[in-house]
C-alpha cells in the first residue's frame, strides 16, 4: 500500500508558477514510477507527466511540453511538479499516481492515487 499527499496548489495568475509536490508513504517509494494527471471541470482526467523510477526518464504531455517538469527525490520520497508560464486552461485538479509496471500515461495502469490539489489559474 503507498499513501500519497499532494500539497502546492493553489491560486496563481496567468504567467505565474508553481510547484507540486506529492509525498509518499508505505512501500518502496523507489519501486514505484509516478505520474501527475490532472483534471478540469467538465473534462476526461488528463494525463500530465511521468516519471520512471530511477528519475532517468521523464514523459510529457505534448501540449505541456516545455512548461512543466516532472522531478523526484528518492531520498524525500517525493515527486515534483514544476509548472512554469501557467495558462487559465491549466486551471484543474492535480493528482499524483503511483505505478509499480512503469512510468506511462493511462491513468488506468496507476494504483495508487492521492486526493488531489486544486490549481487555479487568473486570466
Known amino acids: 500500500q503507498v499513501q500519497l499527499v499532494e500539497s502546492g496548489g493553489g491560486l496563481v495568475q496567468a504567467g505565474g508558477s508553481l510547484r507540486l509536490s506529492c509525498a509518499a508513504s508505505?512501500?518502496?517509494?523507489?519501486?514505484?514510477?509516478m505520474g501527475w494527471f490532472r483534471r478540469a471541470p467538465g473534462k476526461e482526467r488528463e494525463f500530465v507527466a511521468a516519471?520512471?523510477?530511477?528519475?532517468?526518464?521523464?514523459y510529457y504531455a505534448d501540449s505541456l511540453k516545455g512548461r512543466f517538469t516532472i522531478s523526484r527525490d528518492n531520498a524525500k520520497n517525493t515527486v515534483y511538479l514544476q509548472m512554469n508560464s501557467l495558462k487559465p486552461e491549466d486551471t484543474a485538479v492535480y493528482y499524483c499516481?503511483?505505478?509499480?509496471?512503469?512510468?506511462?500515461?493511462?491513468?488506468?495502469?496507476?494504483?495508487?492515487w492521492g486526493q488531489g490539489t486544486q490549481v487555479t489559474v487568473s486570466s
Open positions: 499516481a503511483a505505478n509499480s509496471r512503469g512510468a506511462g500515461s493511462s491513468w488506468r495502469a496507476y494504483e495508487y
Open positions: 516519471i520512471s523510477w530511477s528519475g532517468g526518464r521523464a
Open positions: 508505505g512501500r518502496t517509494f523507489s519501486s514505484y514510477a
